[in-house]
């Protein structure tokens, strides 16, 4: 029942013409203040509703619970008094108000994920953890509490409450991965490698299950299962660039410059908007021994506007392959940016290796200006005033 349809039903009725003409005033006027404590319950609605929206908990609270001894208006009251018990974080008012009819265990699953879009976190965990108590059947609640707590870090009470979900949804491969997710965070490695081979066996095409083994996998150390792992991902699902991409991820970790660029240029061909990835590309393509297409994949790259500290790789590996033009107009992109000290470091030390003297005293002056104390930024330049 909205507020409105409160106010509407308590109109008609008020038994007095006196009460009925301050409730329609204060429709159109505002409530007015101070309003005792006698004022008809519709007018203690309308001031607790306007409190709340302005964020005045207190004035709120004292507004619906005058209004709470009216069995007309106690419906919305206690909805109202949960919801503010809920933002004051103060769990017995919660479970008190927060019961009955007024809030059910689905509204204050609405509720939660309200909070949590509002960013006010633990009032969306605390509506979620009322919300099992009120039902502990009430598979969604569980779920929405362990992602907020997953969210938070809170890894071993998010365990708790995703094994619930998980047991009430033995069909839902999301609450397999958020789990996985879980274990991971306790850094239960070979529990999570586990539940990860047996939810791939159940949930075959869900890809989610099988990029998670990778990353496991990983993590263990164990790189030969993860590259099997992103195998079986590009022979099931083989337009998936992510896939392809960590594939040549590993290749680089090994050396092996051939097959990673085998593997980038999959990636990119598979329609990659990542900048990091044609990045990769790139640079697998030059340790490959294939300058042309470096250059190009560098080029091609700027189309996924790339970051700063990206483009600052960008003119590094441009100059490595002889692109000195392009190298010195990357760096002046760069270089009039609001970008972290190191990063304009990092343009001053390119500018002075491609020998631009003046542009690299300029970048220099710029780390030095942003941090006087700077002494790696202090003692280059001062030996490249000095040089010759």
């Not at 409190?51 to 507004?63: I, P, R, V």
């Not at 365990?159 to 998980?166: C, K, T």
């Not at 002075?352 to 202090?378: F, T, W």
Request: a negative charge; charged letters at 25%; hydrophobic letters at 45%.
């Amino acid at each position: 029942m909205t507020l409105v349809a409160s106010l509407a039903g308590l109109l008609l009725t008020v038994p007095h013409a006196r009460e009925n003409l301050l409730l329609v005033r204060a429709l159109k006027e505002g409530v007015p203040t101070p309003l005792p404590d006698d004022a008809p319950a519709a007018l203690h609605l309308l001031a607790a509703n306007t409190a709340f929206n302005a964020g005045e908990w207190d004035s709120a609270a004292y507004h619906w619970e005058l209004a709470r001894h009216d069995a007309r208006a106690a419906f919305p009251a206690q909805k109202g008094l949960c919801r503010v018990a809920l933002r004051r974080l103060d769990r017995p008012a919660a479970e008190r108000y927060c019961a009955g009819n007024a809030m059910q265990p689905f509204l204050l699953v609405m509720e939660a994920q309200a909070l949590w879009r509002d960013q006010q976190r633990e009032a969306a965990i605390l509506a979620a953890e009322v919300a099992t108590q009120r039902d502990p059947q009430n598979g969604e609640a569980w779920s929405v509490l362990a992602g907020y707590l997953l969210a938070e870090e809170r890894y071993a009470e998010a365990f708790v409450a995703n094994e619930r979900a998980l047991a009430l949804s033995p069909d839902a491969p999301w609450l397999y991965e958020r789990q996985a997710r879980i274990l991971m965070g306790l850094e239960r490695w070979d529990e999570a490698a586990a539940l990860l081979d047996d939810a791939v066996r159940q949930f075959p095409d869900t890809a989610g299950l099988y990029f998670l083994a990778a990353e496991v996998a990983r993590k263990q150390g164990d790189t030969a299962a993860a590259e099997q792992w992103y195998t079986r991902i590009v022979e099931r699902w083989p337009d998936d660039w992510r896939a392809w991409n960590m594939l040549g991820v590993l290749a680089r970790e090994r050396g092996e410059w051939e097959t990673a660029l085998e593997h980038f240029r999959r990636a990119v061909e598979k329609g990659s908007d990542s900048p990091w990835v044609w990045y990769s590309y790139a640079q697998a393509a030059m340790q490959a021994e294939r300058p042309a297409e470096a250059e190009q994949a560098l080029d091609d790259l700027w189309a996924f506007d790339p970051p700063p500290n990206l483009q600052l790789n960008m003119a590094r590996l441009y100059w490595q392959l002889g692109a000195a033009a392009k190298a010195e107009q990357t760096l002046d992109r760069i270089a009039p940016l609001d970008i972290p000290v190191d990063w304009q470091l990092g343009v001053a030390r390119l500018y002075r290796d491609m020998g631009l003297i003046e542009k690299a005293r300029r970048a220099y002056e710029r780390v030095l200006d942003a941090d006087p104390q700077h002494e790696a930024a202090r003692k280059e330049l001062d030996a490249l005033q000095q040089s010759p």
